[in-house]
Protein backbone atom coordinates (compact mmCIF):
# COMPACT_ATOMS: atom_id res chain seq x y z
CA UNK A 1 0.00 0.00 0.00
CA UNK A 2 1.13 3.46 -0.66
CA UNK A 3 1.23 6.25 2.37
CA UNK A 4 -1.20 8.33 0.69
CA UNK A 5 -3.59 5.67 0.67
CA UNK A 6 -6.59 6.18 3.44
CA UNK A 7 -5.95 2.62 4.55
CA UNK A 8 -2.45 3.30 4.78
CA UNK A 9 -1.04 3.78 8.66
CA UNK A 10 1.95 4.32 10.25
CA UNK A 11 3.66 1.94 12.45
CA UNK A 12 2.49 2.56 16.32
CA UNK A 13 6.15 3.50 17.66
CA UNK A 14 6.05 3.60 21.45
CA UNK A 15 8.97 4.40 23.31
CA UNK A 16 10.47 1.37 25.43
CA UNK A 17 9.48 1.08 29.39
CA UNK A 18 11.02 3.82 31.16
CA UNK A 19 15.01 3.68 31.96
CA UNK A 20 17.35 5.09 34.43
CA UNK A 21 16.22 6.75 37.13
CA UNK A 22 12.57 7.58 36.16
CA UNK A 23 12.84 3.18 35.33
CA UNK A 24 13.80 2.69 38.58
CA UNK A 25 11.40 4.66 40.53
CA UNK A 26 8.76 3.43 38.95
CA UNK A 27 9.85 -0.24 39.08
CA UNK A 28 10.45 -0.10 43.00
CA UNK A 29 6.63 1.92 43.17
CA UNK A 30 5.32 -0.85 41.26
CA UNK A 31 6.95 -3.89 43.71
CA UNK A 32 6.04 -1.70 46.35
CA UNK A 33 1.99 -0.94 45.58
CA UNK A 34 2.19 -5.13 45.47
CA UNK A 35 3.68 -5.85 48.34
CA UNK A 36 1.92 -3.15 50.35
CA UNK A 37 -1.59 -4.35 48.98
CA UNK A 38 -0.35 -8.28 49.94
CA UNK A 39 0.43 -7.00 53.62
CA UNK A 40 -2.57 -4.72 53.99
CA UNK A 41 -4.87 -7.86 52.92
CA UNK A 42 -3.07 -9.93 55.19
CA UNK A 43 -3.52 -7.12 58.16
CA UNK A 44 -7.53 -6.24 57.13
CA UNK A 45 -8.23 -10.16 57.78
CA UNK A 46 -6.38 -10.16 61.09
CA UNK A 47 -8.60 -7.07 61.87
CA UNK A 48 -11.82 -8.88 60.73
CA UNK A 49 -10.94 -12.00 62.90
CA UNK A 50 -10.79 -9.52 65.73
CA UNK A 51 -13.77 -7.70 65.52
CA UNK A 52 -15.33 -10.91 65.30
CA UNK A 53 -14.11 -11.77 68.40
CA UNK A 54 -15.81 -8.46 69.59
CA UNK A 55 -11.95 -6.38 70.13
CA UNK A 56 -13.14 -2.70 70.81
CA UNK A 57 -11.66 -0.60 67.43
CA UNK A 58 -11.34 -3.87 65.15
CA UNK A 59 -14.25 -2.89 63.04
CA UNK A 60 -13.23 0.23 62.34
CA UNK A 61 -9.37 -0.72 61.80
CA UNK A 62 -10.76 -3.24 59.30
CA UNK A 63 -12.74 -0.72 57.46
CA UNK A 64 -9.71 1.80 57.06
CA UNK A 65 -7.56 -0.86 56.13
CA UNK A 66 -9.88 -2.20 53.12
CA UNK A 67 -10.28 1.77 52.39
CA UNK A 68 -6.19 1.79 51.74
CA UNK A 69 -6.07 -1.32 50.12
CA UNK A 70 -8.46 0.31 47.45
CA UNK A 71 -6.07 3.39 47.27
CA UNK A 72 -2.87 1.26 46.53
CA UNK A 73 -4.94 -0.69 44.31
CA UNK A 74 -5.49 2.48 42.30
CA UNK A 75 -1.75 3.64 42.88
CA UNK A 76 -0.50 0.57 41.64
CA UNK A 77 -2.99 1.13 38.21
CA UNK A 78 -1.89 4.63 37.83
CA UNK A 79 1.55 3.71 38.05
CA UNK A 80 1.17 0.79 35.74
CA UNK A 81 -0.24 3.86 33.03
CA UNK A 82 3.13 5.57 33.78
CA UNK A 83 4.98 2.19 33.09
CA UNK A 84 3.00 2.51 29.94
CA UNK A 85 3.65 6.24 29.06
CA UNK A 86 -0.01 6.94 29.41
CA UNK A 87 -0.78 10.82 30.52
CA UNK A 88 -3.67 9.53 32.74
CA UNK A 89 -1.10 7.71 34.70
CA UNK A 90 0.83 10.95 35.74
CA UNK A 91 -2.70 12.38 36.85
CA UNK A 92 -3.93 9.72 38.70
CA UNK A 93 -0.60 9.96 40.67
CA UNK A 94 -0.79 13.51 41.06
CA UNK A 95 -4.13 13.73 42.43
CA UNK A 96 -3.52 10.40 45.16
CA UNK A 97 -0.63 12.37 46.06
CA UNK A 98 -2.03 15.53 47.10
CA UNK A 99 -4.90 13.31 48.59
CA UNK A 100 -2.50 11.89 50.56
CA UNK A 101 -1.16 15.04 51.94
CA UNK A 102 -4.61 16.19 52.59
CA UNK A 103 -5.70 13.47 55.00
CA UNK A 104 -2.17 12.94 56.51
CA UNK A 105 -1.88 16.22 57.55
CA UNK A 106 -4.92 16.11 59.15
CA UNK A 107 -3.63 13.37 61.15
CA UNK A 108 -1.09 12.15 63.97
CA UNK A 109 2.50 13.38 63.45
CA UNK A 110 3.98 10.50 62.39
CA UNK A 111 0.92 10.63 59.10
CA UNK A 112 2.11 13.46 58.77
CA UNK A 113 6.13 12.77 58.27
CA UNK A 114 4.68 9.95 56.04
CA UNK A 115 2.54 12.29 53.90
CA UNK A 116 5.56 14.73 53.50
CA UNK A 117 8.07 12.22 52.17
CA UNK A 118 5.23 10.32 49.96
CA UNK A 119 4.73 13.93 48.66
CA UNK A 120 8.96 14.15 47.82
CA UNK A 121 8.92 10.65 46.05
CA UNK A 122 6.14 12.09 43.81
CA UNK A 123 7.66 15.44 43.64
CA UNK A 124 10.76 13.89 42.05
CA UNK A 125 9.38 11.38 40.07
CA UNK A 126 7.23 14.34 38.32
CA UNK A 127 10.31 15.76 38.06
CA UNK A 128 11.60 12.86 36.08
CA UNK A 129 8.17 12.57 34.22
CA UNK A 130 8.66 16.40 33.11
CA UNK A 131 11.52 15.86 31.15
CA UNK A 132 10.45 12.75 29.16
CA UNK A 133 6.53 14.78 29.18
CA UNK A 134 6.52 14.08 25.23
CA UNK A 135 7.18 10.74 25.43
CA UNK A 136 3.58 9.97 27.02
CA UNK A 137 0.44 9.94 24.73
Given at each position: ??????????????P???????G??????????????V??????????????????????A??????????????????????????????????L??????V????????????????V???????????????F?
Open positions: MQPDSPLWRAPDVRPPPRGALLLVGLRLVGSVFFILLIIAAGLMQRLAAQGVDGAAAHKKLLFLTFLVTLELVFVTGIWMWKKWGVYGVALSVFGVVGLSGTAMSKVGSMTGLFDVLLMLLIAARWTDE
